[in-house]
Nanobody, 121 residues
Framework: QVQLVESGGGLVQPGGSLRLSCAASISGFSIYTMAWYRQAPGKDRELVASITSDGNTNYTDSVKGRFTISRDNAKNTVYLLMNSLKSEDTAVYYC???????????????WGQGTQVTVSS
């Protein structure tokens, strides 16, 4: 059974830092694209950052230069380092794993349960 377990959320002051972790129990973790999404109250879930199996990264504009996504395939874990946090970063952060096997057009997508990040003084 696939599980994604996030950790590292909490309360932090503006300007502070947090590192989120997502431990994945997925066979073949290294070939999955991993991503972090977030959802603030009353808003849609949005993609924050993603990292492909090749290590290519992508960020939403609002976090560029402040957040860094990385992965450790030996530990089946993806991280999100968040620096210079702002109040608008407050949200529940979700880990996502996705895989598209193009030759047979089969897609897999898994979600974690989410971890709360609150940025407030």
């Amino acid at each position: 059974q696939v599980q994604l377990v996030e950790s590292g959320g909490g309360l932090v002051q503006p300007g502070g830092s947090l590192r989120l972790s997502c431990a994945a129990s997925i066979s073949g973790f290294s070939i999955y694209t991993m991503a972090w999404y977030r959802q603030a109250p009353g808003k849609d879930r949005e993609l924050v950052a993603s990292i492909t199996s090749d290590g290519n990264t992508n960020y939403t504009d609002s976090v560029k230069g402040r957040f860094t996504i990385s992965r450790d395939n030996a530990k089946n874990t993806v991280y999100l380092l968040m620096n210079s946090l702002k109040s608008e970063d407050t949200a529940v952060y979700y880990c996502n794993a996705r895989l598209h096997i193009q030759r047979v057009d089969v897609k897999y997508a898994y979600w974690g349960q989410g971890t709360q990040v609150t940025v407030s003084s």
